[in-house]
């Protein structure tokens, strides 16, 4: 257990729909991360947040939105999905948001779009 | 922009058997890397991290990497392959960022599929 939490674990929607995800970093972790995880592009990096602010931005679509919140968490907010947005999304925290932490990873959630 | 390069998508041991993945990057600063595993239906998990401390690194269950600056490269290893370690094995690199930024972003390999055959 990483100490990284997402939820929900699985998530069906249908084509045009909006979701969110959640995800709550370890104690003490200032930074989250948010990557997709698919069959044909791999894993790929999303975006990052440290204490709040975007520190990264990387592959996300427009149709894709993050926050931080003050109590660390974070959602990563998919509209107007598409069947490729079906893919496995992870969470990663770290405590100080720089190239030399560590990342832990959540659990991940499965999202499905039909 | 940093890249990495698994070679060989699925590798196939024999329990007991020497486990090597191949791992190699391409930075334009020293890096620093990891190895993941993710097992079936999980996230993932740390393997091991190079910080240009050691070359040679240790990481848990028995697994090694060794960071070759002349070749690019920083395989995993496992002397004696356990059916336990079937699961697949990313190679990361972190990105430092441009102009005095510092990012954690993590470029990924394509992943290799480890299978342990009895």
């Known amino acids: 257990d990483s100490g990284v939490t997402q939820t929900p674990k699985h998530l069906i929607t249908a084509t045009g729909q909006r979701v969110t995800l959640r995800c709550s970093p370890r104690s003490g972790d200032l930074s989250v991360y948010w990557y997709q995880q698919s069959l044909d592009q791999g894993l790929q990096f999303l975006i990052q947040y440290y204490n709040g602010e975007e520190r990264a931005k990387g592959n996300i679509l427009e149709r894709f939105s993050a926050q931080q919140f003050p109590d660390l968490h974070s959602e990563l907010n998919l509209s107007s999905l598409e069947l490729g947005d079906s893919a496995l999304y992870f969470c990663a925290s770290s405590v100080g948001g720089t190239y030399t932490d560590t990342q832990y990873f959540g659990p991940g959630t499965r999202l499905t779009v039909l | 922009a940093q890249s990495v390069t698994q070679l060989g998508s699925h590798v196939s041991v024999s329990e007991g058997a020497l486990v090597l993945l191949r791992c190699n990057y391409s930075s334009s600063v020293p890096p620093y890397l990891f190895w993941y595993v993710q097992y079936p239906n999980q996230g993932l998990q740390l393997l091991l991290k190079?910080?240009?401390?050691?070359?040679l690194v240790k990481g848990i269950n028995g697994f090694e990497a060794e960071f070759k600056k002349s070749e690019t490269s920083f395989h995993l290893t496992k002397p004696s392959a356990h059916m336990s370690d079937a699961a697949e094995y990313f190679c990361?690199?972190?990105?430092?960022?441009?102009?005095?930024?510092?990012?954690?972003?993590?470029?990924f390999g394509q992943g290799t599929i480890l299978t342990v055959h009895p």
């Open positions: 190079y910080t240009s401390a050691a070359t």
């Open positions: 990361a690199v972190s990105d430092r960022g441009a102009g005095g930024t510092s990012y954690g972003k993590l470029t």
